[in-house]
Nanobody
Framework: QVQLLQSGGGLVQPGGSLRLSCAAS???????MAWFRQPPGKGREFVAA????????SYATSLKGRFTISRDNARNTLDLQMSSLKPEATAVYYC????????????????????WGQGTQVTVSS
């Protein structure tokens, strides 16, 4: 059993940066972890993921180069560094984890993740 506790988020101006963190209780070293987001009035969408074994990463195409996902297995933490933020990044962001060994093409499928953080609001506005 893994519990995920998120921190960070808030209000940032367009072009600014923000860092989200997710602390996992229990042993999350062997888990694939990811970030998803849900914009106002829309469904949940994939942001980025990092594989459990290789540490390989995957990003939503539109976010590559601006968002960076990282994990610290010793501290059981997952981070998302967001830069050059645009208003359309406004959403509730969720971290997620699964013990399944997902292939790259499946990393963006939210139904395959077993554990979820509580969500944190990110608002990009001037």
């Amino acid at each position: 059993q893994v519990q995920l506790l998120q921190s960070g988020g808030g209000l940032v101006q367009p072009g600014g940066s923000l860092r989200l963190s997710c602390a996992a209780s229990g042993r999350a070293y062997g888990y694939t972890m990811a970030w998803f987001r849900q914009p106002p009035g829309k469904g949940r969408e994939f942001v980025a993921a990092i594989k459990r074994a290789s540490g390989g990463t995957s990003y939503a195409t539109s976010l590559k180069g601006r968002f960076t996902i990282s994990r610290d297995n010793a501290r059981n933490t997952l981070d998302l560094q967001m830069s050059s933020l645009k208003p359309e990044a406004t959403a509730v962001y969720y971290c997620a984890a699964t013990s399944s060994g997902l292939i790259t093409s499946s990393l963006g499928r939210d139904q395959l993740y077993d554990y979820w953080g509580q969500g944190t609001q990110v608002t990009v506005s001037s």
